[in-house]
């Protein structure tokens, strides 16, 4: 079963700068079947990158997802005021399908 | 536009039994893949079950296996969760999510239903 470790926790940024998140993965994700999502507080998920790299429809090209294997980055290229909110990675390589622990995006 | 709707949420004391429902639209619903992924107040997200296009392969996460049981109907278009002998931990939100292929991510997902296990 693979596990998969977010990280940091917190991210606390300003408007308008990049955000970096980490996903690792404890065993590699076979064909880069990772995929992140974004959630607001009370809403529901809403897929933005999948096969590791691939954005989703609609999702602005701010987002970009990178890595392969064990190790996974999100990057936010400049943060909009909408972009603050919890992010999860979630691998489909095997089952069962896992997602991380989340990173929040916070307003510094 | 595609849309998932979950109902038949509430309060059950442990031991109880809920069945939740989700309403598809907006696209073939018996061409997909379809799962519920539950979310506990203030925590992350838990691949729950997951069903083929036919009904005739189901998957279940280890801690629900034998307790919840996942079925649709494709002629309603409508996808349900029957969950008998509810535990304190199965507490959360659940949601229903389509599915791209038998392993996959989960694009679009519904907006919830909250089920609380409590006496």
């Known amino acids: 079963e693979i596990v998969l470790t977010q990280s940091p926790g917190t991210l606390s940024l300003s408007p308008g700068e990049r955000a970096t998140l980490s996903c690792r993965a404890s065993?590699?994700?076979?064909?880069?079947?990772l995929a992140w999502y974004q959630q607001k507080p009370g809403q529901a998920p809403r897929l933005l990158i999948y096969?590791?790299?691939s954005r989703a429809t609609g999702i602005p090209d701010r987002f970009s997802g990178s890595g392969s294997g064990t190790d996974f980055t999100l990057t936010i290229s400049r943060l909009e005021p909408e972009d603050f909110a919890v992010y999860y990675c979630?691998?489909?390589?095997?089952?069962?399908?896992?997602f991380g622990g989340g990173t929040k995006v916070e307003i510094k | 536009e595609v849309q998932l709707v979950e109902s038949g949420g509430g309060l059950v004391q442990p031991g109880g039994s809920l069945r939740l429902s989700c309403a598809a639209s907006?696209?073939?619903?018996?061409?997909?893949?379809m799962s519920w992924v539950r979310q506990a107040p203030g925590k992350g997200l838990e691949w729950v079950a997951n069903?083929?296009?036919?009904?005739?392969?189901?998957y279940y996460v280890d801690s629900v296996k034998g307790r919840f049981t996942i079925s649709r109907d494709n002629a309603k278009n409508s996808l349900y969760l029957q969950m008998n002998s509810l535990r304190a931990e199965d507490t959360a939100v659940y949601y229903c999510?389509?599915?791209?292929?038998?392993?996959?991510?989960?694009?679009?997902w519904g907006q919830g239903t909250l089920v609380t296990v409590s006496s």
């Open positions: 999510a389509r599915e791209w292929l038998v392993l996959s991510w989960f694009d679009p």
């Open positions: 907006g696209f073939t619903f018996s061409s997909y893949w």
């Open positions: 069903i083929k296009q036919d009904g005739s392969e189901k």
């Open positions: 065993q590699s994700v076979s064909s880069s079947y």
């Open positions: 096969g590791a790299s």
């Open positions: 979630q691998q489909y390589g095997s089952s069962p399908r896992a």
